[in-house]
């Protein structure tokens, strides 16, 4: 038994090694849409043709709200039907069975709350159709066939159904077989639909894994058409173009969070994150859905070249010329119809919309906006302390190491390495003593070990995922044999969360953050290295219904532990890979394992910008490429773009050569020293980013479009991105280039290299040159951005010094921006201890006021003003404040650059001031 059990062991570790060593993925590993049933039933169905009826006879109406029975005409079978007008100009449409076999799964947790529900009135009834009105926008909902369209004001912008691709499987009994074969007549036999005849529909195979479907084929699916859309984005994660692009010819794009390791670029494979929000945006109109499901959910896109007849849904409702279109269609494998309706009109509608019914990320702790440095994996606490200390002898800032599974006690999570990690509290403290932080690995399998307390814990009160036949899953996965916690039981979620407190996790402190990984789950040798879909969850939900929100879970029971454990004082930071919609509540996103190529490198913006118009914004990838070893051109280069990412965190696979920054040669060494000075010196503006995207869920990296709607160039761009409303950036992310092409929108906009000064016209497409020092960043005319120039170990360290603004004016001679500032750490800013200062240039003066009443004692100060594109004949400034008058201060003008320096106004930034130009 000893020698089976070891052989076991031995093959599984040998699995393990081949998948993470392997040189690229194995497409063969994931299923392809005709390999999944469901899938390919819905994608069978011919438009055109829908089957489903709205019985208006049963039509009830309340004041938020109209319900009726829906009716699938080819079987009889009977749906119920609502739609519920929401607050700020969004509806909600639910569909599920009249009278189920059983329940079905209903989505939580991905909304932070209930949505908050709109008045809705009948403006007109017929025997076809009935149309509601909420606020300046309607809905018509039709009859026979039934379809839903949606306005914004008075034009069409989404119909619901419109192709006849609607698809819901109602839950049944299993046909009984006779002797021969063939399936028995009666009153518990199925209706007759294409379940029948397909091989998948009541159990299924996928290489060596079956698959019982116990509850059979219950698969849901809906058309939705976007009128006068260009494009259509979001649904991540995939290594896609952002555009999202049409599939008429290949799969569609899946949603199935998987482990998928050196993952191939410009398809629609599913990755380690699903967020089902889908943007469509044209010259008129930006509008989103979210379809709230979290089974395996794959998306057909349309574009207007592949419409015909019927889905050009303008030409069909009012016969006039078909608009720009694009149609979608969402297939999921269980659970109901639940889809919100976000109708815009403009970009940032759709995002605070959307963010109204996830709810907001949460300022991140400033250090978190810092470098992260990690690797797979340092090897003791001695290699921790001596890398910590180059980064200080090479004059390198950095605010966080990290240590990945190899820390632990053969990898039992909330442990430590007896010899190589013996002492973690002082490695914890010699970092945080130069205002750095750590962050552990902590991942949701639990290695199968009787010595193990958390493993005792979870089988001594039943704490496990189950197999379909009610028994513990074990799967493998780094600890080899391993269970996996059910994270949908609100009590496992609350041990695990308590797991973190400082007299659980020994050898922590508060200064110890949390990485949360493989949790999608990743089973090695599992169906599609994950879990199996009949496993059996808390309330006796399959794994199926709810596979998407398990990395969720886990992240939110992360975050309750790491809230608990500073009596809900200080913002937690976890890093997680799995994701979905409402993530953005509890987490920051890396974008997995990725390669040091440049297609990888170059992946990282659209891949970012789609989480960002998603609702997660907290983005980033492994900066040199997860596996294999850059070469100095493309590690500079990562540096360079990952600079101006959101989430910057440098990592490796243990097979990598090291890649510390001074292992390179002096010349790449000196280039990443800049790139990193460079982030540091714009925290100020990341923070106040940050802060302005929880207020109002516009993404902090966005797309060209969100500034510039109307400016079709825009739409298809990907290769650069702004930072809010402020800066452009267009990394460079190709091999031995000396000049990029950069499209500056905005005719009557000015650009301003953020390096030289110099200016650029808006409105069309620039060869900028690049040498191996610089990328192409532009500050717009018209804005002033915050930034600290003291650069020093660790971002902590800079908490009170001066500010450096940079007033960069646009054709009128004026300029507008925001500074925030708090104590970088607590949620004290919740209690309006902050402070939101507005600042204003125009007419030769500059002002800083208060947006509104909050406070916060900063003993920083403003240290100088730059002043870009201002005409010469200023020769001094007078500064104006309550604590210290008026004082007369030095000037200089560069007539080159255009440019005026400010010199030491020392103004307190606690106050409010003025700089008048003379």
Not at 142 to 158: C, E, K, M, N, T
Not at 635 to 660: C, L, N, V
Not at 786 to 792: A, G, S
Request: glycine share 6%.
């Amino acid at each position: 038994m000893r020698w089976i059990g070891f052989t076991i062991w031995l093959l599984s570790v040998i699995d393990i090694a081949l998948i993470y060593h392997a040189d690229a993925v194995d497409r063969n590993n994931f299923k392809s849409c005709q390999q999944s049933s469901f899938c390919r039933r819905c994608r069978g169905l011919q438009p055109g043709r829908s089957a489903y009826e709205l019985n208006l006879n049963t039509l009830k109406v309340d004041p938020s709200s109209i319900e009726a029975e829906l009716v699938n005409t080819e079987n009889g079978v009977r749906f119920h039907f609502q739609l519920f007008a929401l607050k700020d100009g969004t509806f909600r449409m639910k569909i599920n069975e009249w009278e189920p076999l059983k329940p079905r799964y209903e989505v939580q947790y991905a909304l932070v709350d209930e949505p908050s529900l709109d008045k809705l009135e009948i403006a007109e009834r017929t025997a076809d159709f009935v149309t509601v009105k909420s606020g300046s926008n309607k809905v018509i909902v039709h009859a026979a066939p039934f379809r839903v369209d949606l306005y914004s004001g008075d034009q069409l912008v989404i119909s619901a159904n419109a192709r006849g691709l609607m698809k819901f499987e109602h839950l049944r009994h299993k046909p009984e077989q006779n002797e021969g074969g063939e399936k028995a007549e009666g009153e518990d036999a199925p209706v007759h639909d294409d379940t029948e005849t397909d091989p998948g529909a009541w159990e299924e195979n996928f290489k060596s894994h079956h698959d019982t479907k116990p509850n059979g084929p219950s698969a849901v699916a809906m058309d939705f058409s976007f009128i006068g859309a260009h494009y259509a984005y979001g649904i991540p994660e995939h290594a896609d173009a952002f555009a999202l692009k049409s599939t008429k010819s290949t799969d569609p794009y899946r949603l199935y969070n998987l482990d998928v390791f050196e993952y191939e670029l410009n398809n629609g494979m599913a990755l380690y994150g699903s967020v089902p929000v889908l943007l469509a945006h044209g010259t008129t109109n930006t509008v989103g859905i979210f379809w709230m499901n979290a089974a395996e959910t794959w998306v057909d896109i349309l574009g207007t070249s592949d419409q015909n007849v019927v889905s050009s849904i303008v030409n069909f409702v009012s016969g006039s010329a078909p608009a720009p279109q694009v149609d979608s269609h969402f297939m999921s494998e269980s659970g109901i119809i639940d889809t919100f309706f976000m109708l815009g009109p403009k970009p940032k509608d759709v995002f605070r919309q959307y963010i109204k019914l996830t709810g907001p990320a949460p300022l991140p702790q400033y250090f978190a906006l810092g470098h992260h440095q990690c690797r797979w994996n340092y090897n003791d606490q001695d290699d921790v302390r001596n890398v910590d200390n180059k980064f200080d002898e090479y004059d390198i800032p950095n605010d966080v190491m990290w240590l990945d599974i190899e820390h632990t006690d053969n990898k039992k999570y909330f442990t430590w390495d007896s010899i190589k990690f013996s002492q973690p509290m002082d490695m914890v403290n010699n970092l945080t003593a130069k205002g750095r932080k750590l962050v552990t690995i902590v991942d949701p399998h639990i290695k199968r070990d009787a010595s193990y307390f958390l493993h005792n814990d979870a089988e001594n009160n039943d704490y496990y995922v189950k197999t379909k036949d009610g028994k513990v899953f074990e799967g493998w996965c780094w600890p080899g044999s391993s269970s996996y916690l059910d994270l949908l039981n609100p009590e496992v979620r609350s041990y695990l969360s308590s797991r973190y407190l400082l007299e659980n996790y020994q050898g922590s402190t508060s200064d110890l953050y949390i990485w949360n990984d493989m949790n999608e789950p990743s089973v090695f040798n599992g169906p599609e290295v994950t879990m199996h879909k009949d496993c059996v969850h808390h309330g006796g939900w399959e794994h199926r219904d709810i596979h998407n929100i398990y990395g969720l879970l886990h992240t939110m029971a992360t975050y309750e532990g790491l809230l608990q454990r500073s009596g809900g004082k200080l913002r937690p930071f976890i890093l997680t890979r799995s994701h979905y919609a409402g993530s953005q509540r509890f987490t920051s996103v890396w974008t997995g394992d990725n390669t040091a190529e440049w297609g990888h490198l170059r992946i990282t913006i659209p891949m970012c910008l789609s989480l960002a118009v998603a609702g997660i914004s907290f983005c980033g990838a492994d900066v040199g490429g997860f596996f294999r070893n850059p070469d100095s051109e493309l590690f500079t280069r990562w540096y360079q773009a990952g600079a101006f990412q959101p989430f910057m965190r440098t990592h490796s696979h243990i097979d990598t050569k090291r890649r510390e920054p001074w292992l390179f040669d002096e010349q790449t060494l000196t280039l990443i020293r800049e790139a990193l000075r460079k982030r540091y010196s714009f925290l100020p503006f990341w923070y106040t980013l940050f802060f302005e995207y929880e207020q109002n869920g516009s993404p902090v990296m966005r797309p060209l479009w969100v500034e510039y709607p109307s400016e079709v160039a825009t739409f298809p761009l990907d290769d650069e991105y702004l930072l809010g409303d402020k800066l452009l950036v267009h990394p460079v992310v190709d091999k031995g280039v000396s000049e990029v092409s950069v499209y500056f929108p905005g005719p009557t906009d000015i650009w301003y290299d953020i390096d030289n000064y110099k200016k650029i016209q808006g409105g069309g497409a620039v060869k900028i040159p690049v040498t191996i020092s610089k990328i192409p960043v532009f500050q717009r005319g018209g804005t002033i951005i915050p930034k600290k120039e003291r650069i020093r170990r660790s971002s902590a360290l800079t908490h009170n010094d001066p500010y450096t603004l940079i007033v960069a004016l646009d054709k009128n001679g004026s300029a507008s921006g925001t500074l925030y500032m708090d104590d970088g750490q607590s949620f004290d800013y919740r209690k309006q201890k902050y402070l939101y200062i507005s600042l204003e240039f125009s007419a030769n003066k500059l002002s800083a006021k208060f947006i509104d009443n909050a406070r916060y004692p900063t003993k920083s100060w403003l240290e100088r003003v730059v002043i870009l594109g201002l005409p010469p004949g200023v020769t001094k400034a007078q500064v104006e404040s309550k604590s210290q008058g008026k004082v007369t201060v030095e000037t200089t003008y560069n007539s080159e650059t255009q440019s005026l320096v400010v010199r030491k106004p020392a103004v307190s930034m606690a106050e409010e001031w003025t700089i008048v130009l003379q």
